[in-house]
Each structure stands twice: as C-alpha cells, then as structure tokens.
C-alpha cells in the first residue's frame, strides 16, 4: 500500500498545481500554496505546453462540469 499511497500523493500534487498555472500563477508562488517543488511544477507546465495533451484535457472536462 505504501507505494500506491506514493504514486497517488505524486498524481494529486500534480494535479493541484494544473489550474494554478492555467491562471497564470508564479512557480514560486504556486510551491508557497501546494508546498509542491519547484521542479514538479516546471514539469507540470511543460506537460501542459508540449504533452500528449492529457492534463489540458482533464482540466476541460472537470471545468464542464
């Protein structure tokens, strides 16, 4: 359980900084809130701009609703 535990913590940081920097956020400022690092926010954004498109989607989705 521990590992799976792990691999879900990871999905929510990344997930919980995706609208941040849809709305334009600072990194910095977006690692204060989420106490996310640095560097998993810089490649969440470049999933964002060069990705499969997959967080971008989700993103649309949830916003539907």
Sequence with gaps: AGTSDGV????????SVVGLLQQ???Y??????TGVS????????RYLG?????YALAA???AER
């Design 24 to 26: 334009g956020v600072p």
């Design 8 to 15: 879900y913590r990871l999905a929510a940081d990344r997930w």
């Design 60 to 62: 649309r989705r949830l």
């Design 50 to 54: 060069a990705g499969n498109g997959g």
């Design 38 to 45: 640095v560097t998993t926010i810089g490649r969440v954004a």
């Design 28 to 33: 910095r400022e977006i690692h204060r809130l």
